[in-house]
């Protein structure tokens, strides 16, 4: 059952209870999601490798395909961490004070690298962003901190 501990299989069986259905597994299009909610961070490019799809109900995975799936990605070096990005956001700290515009911030993730959209932008800042101040300035290490579910960061 490819080299994944129990309790890590433990957590697989439960996302695919979540996501998927009994027998049939989860939907490829939803591969991206199960890996992210095991705290991995696969690039789009990997995902779409790994046997993600663009649209749903194209094929399913089933839970002996995935572990082998979950096991590579687990040990893909090409994954940014919490340390990665304070460094990304540094480039844009003009004051070396851990502050941003919550413009640029935007800017960024709306247009650079694997972008999000804009509902996608909304809804992370929603659950993971402090409120900007006057000058439209943030806080970008508790905004990390949340995002890659680093509470000794906040």
Do not use: W
Request: glycine residues 6%; hydrophobic residues 35%; proline residues 5%.
């Amino acid at each position: 059952m490819a080299d994944v501990p129990k309790r890590e299989v433990e957590n697989v069986e439960f996302v695919f209870e979540v996501m998927g259905s009994p027998g049939e597994g989860i939907d490829a299009f939803d591969l991206g999601d199960a890996l992210r909610a095991l705290n991995l961070n696969p690039t789009l490019a990997l995902i779409e490798k790994m046997g993600g799809t663009k649209k749903r109900n194209e094929k399913k995975i089933k839970m002996d395909e995935f572990l082998p799936i979950y096991s590579q990605v687990k040990k893909e070096k090409e994954q940014g961490c919490y340390e990665d990005f304070i460094e990304c956001l540094k480039l844009y700290d003009k004051e070396e004070n851990g502050t941003m515009l919550l413009a640029e911030l935007q800017h960024a993730l709306l247009a650079l690298g694997e972008s999000l959209d804009d509902e996608q932008v909304e809804t992370l800042f929603a659950d993971c962003m402090d409120p900007e101040d006057d000058e439209g300035m943030i806080p970008y290490s508790p905004f990390l901190a949340r995002m890659c579910d680093r509470p000794d960061q906040l």
